[in-house]
């Protein structure tokens, strides 16, 4: 079925964050029930916090928390209100290209 509908198709988004003073770096958002532990980012050697996620197209509203502080991405291009008075930042995946004729 996900040959016929791409927008089911999960891709790979990279989201990055440079911080190279934070122990603890995670993402919440609608993508993981807003669970502010259940997806941390990893640091790498040059204090960018990284993390590959697989979401279907769409656009999915999230927070990084960042050593338990909940912030926008800086990164990102996109905003939304959020109900708290804040912004949260928006991800916008888009369907994947398809090179092959069905």
């Not at 016929?4 to 198709?9: S, T």
């Not at 941390?40 to 990284?50: A, C, F, Q």
């Not at 928390?65 to 995946?93: T, Y």
Request: one cysteine or more; a negative charge.
């Amino acid at each position: 079925m996900e040959e016929r509908f791409p927008a089911l198709e999960e891709q790979e988004v990279v989201l990055e964050f440079v911080s190279p003073t934070a122990s603890q770096v995670n993402v919440a958002g609608e993508f993981n029930d807003w669970c502010p532990k259940s997806t941390p980012l990893t640091k790498t050697k040059d204090g960018e916090w990284v993390i590959r996620l697989m979401l279907r197209a769409g656009e999915y509203e999230y927070r990084l928390v960042v050593d338990g502080q909940w912030i926008e991405d800086p990164e990102a291009d996109q905003r939304a209100a959020n109900p708290h008075g804040g912004f949260n930042s928006v991800l916008r995946v888009p369907l994947a290209i398809r090179t092959s004729i069905l």
